[in-house]
């Protein structure tokens, strides 16, 4: 059986993420944040976001290592994990949540 996360790599996108992550949470996944060298005030305002979220795992780079870096920083912790499959969405709402249904049938569909 698949276990799922997803991954949001955000730089500079916290006055959207909140909103992109409450979109998340009735599908039951695990969410990795992953902030991507943000400044102090933008890391502090996703410390306060995801704080007293279940499931919701906050990974920090020190310095903006890009969204390839950000992707590769959730895609390891989610190996770390043992998830077996990631989704990953942008911090700043341009993917559609809405679709995930969609894609866990594929992924349950194509599983071992």
Do not use: W
């Amino acid at each position: 059986m698949p276990k799922i996360c997803v991954i949001i790599p955000c730089y500079k996108h916290t006055d959207k993420i909140a909103g992109v992550i409450k979109r998340l949470l009735p599908y039951g996944f695990p969410i990795i944040v992953v902030d991507d060298g943000n400044s102090k005030e933008d890391a502090m305002e996703l410390y306060k976001i995801c704080e007293n979220l279940r499931d919701v795992f906050l990974l920090h780079h020190d310095e903006n290592k890009g969204k390839g870096g950000s992707v590769l920083t959730g895609l390891l912790f989610a190996k770390e994990n043992r998830f077996t499959h990631a989704i990953q969405i942008d911090a700043d709402g341009q993917h559609c949540v809405e679709d995930i249904p969609k894609i866990t049938d594929i992924i349950s569909e194509h599983s071992d």
